[in-house]
């Protein structure tokens, strides 16, 4: 069964200053993977995926993610943090070959990001 | 606006009442989801149709719960003799393909009062 592992529930930065957001999966084959952010009072938009071809994935607003195989890790990433980036971030797995679950995603718990000016 | 719409955005109701919920996914999606989320946590799978068939369903959906795609377009989603643990945000979700990402709408808010 495929799972995800947010490992901080908050993460607090200045502005312009880097952002790292980590995430650990664990899937029992190839997985496809994505970042989601929720603004408050806003649905969830999807930032970036990774569906097995480049490790290094670039999404919307200067964020990128790296997917690491060895390591089941799949950390959020953006090299200077703006004001607007303040939300709550979710990483999420989808494992195609899950058998009956292999449409669902799997949310972790989120990190709620705070950016102090 | 072509995005996924959810109806009502809101609804507070009495223990023991029905709810339904509508959702309007993009056009050209095939594929719609439900999740509900609460507060605090992540948004957990409840069910999957493509087209008009509902392929998958989870546990968490309980015999109160039913959801239908009649003609592969909209979907409902009704909550039976409703529960104070109801209480959540319904979201539901569409895509057109499954490893591109599924488009979220803006959820409906449950109180169960």
């Known amino acids: 069964a495929q799972s995800v592992t947010q490992l901080d529930s908050h993460v607090s930065v200045s502005e312009g200053t880097p952002v790292l957001l980590r995430c650990n999966y664990s899937?029992?084959?190839?997985?496809?993977l994505f970042w989601y952010v929720q603004h408050p009072n806003k649905g969830l938009q999807l930032l970036l995926k990774?569906?097995?071809?480049?490790?290094l994935v670039k999404g919307i607003n200067g964020f990128e993610a790296e997917f690491k195989k060895s390591e089941t890790s799949f950390h959020l990433t953006k090299p200077s943090a703006h004001m607007s980036d303040a939300a709550e971030y979710f990483c999420?797995?989808?494992?195609?070959?899950?058998?009956?679950?292999?449409?669902?995603?799997?949310f972790g718990k989120g990190t709620k990001l705070s950016v102090i000016p | 606006d072509t995005g996924v719409s959810q109806d009502p955005r809101h609804k507070i109701t009495k223990r023991g009442q029905n709810v339904t919920f509508r959702c309007d996914p993009i056009?050209?999606?095939?594929?719609l989801y439900w999740y509900r989320q609460t507060l605090g946590q992540g948004p957990e799978f409840l069910t999957y149709?493509?087209?008009?068939?509902?392929?998958?369903k989870s546990r968490l959906l309980s015999d109160r719960f039913s959801a239908e795609r009649p003609k592969g377009s909209f979907s409902t989603l009704e909550i039976q003799r409703t529960e104070q643990g109801d209480s959540a945000m319904y979201l539901c979700?569409?895509?057109?393909?499954?490893?591109?990402?599924?488009?979220f709408g803006p959820g409906t808010r449950l109180t169960v009062l």
């Open positions: 056009s050209e999606h095939n594929r």
């Open positions: 999420v797995v989808r494992d195609p070959y899950s058998g009956a679950g292999s449409y669902q995603l799997t």
């Open positions: 899937s029992s084959y190839s997985p496809s």
């Open positions: 979700a569409s895509s057109h393909d499954a490893n591109r990402g599924q488009f």
């Open positions: 149709f493509q087209n008009e068939a509902q392929l998958e």
């Open positions: 990774y569906t097995s071809a480049a490790t």
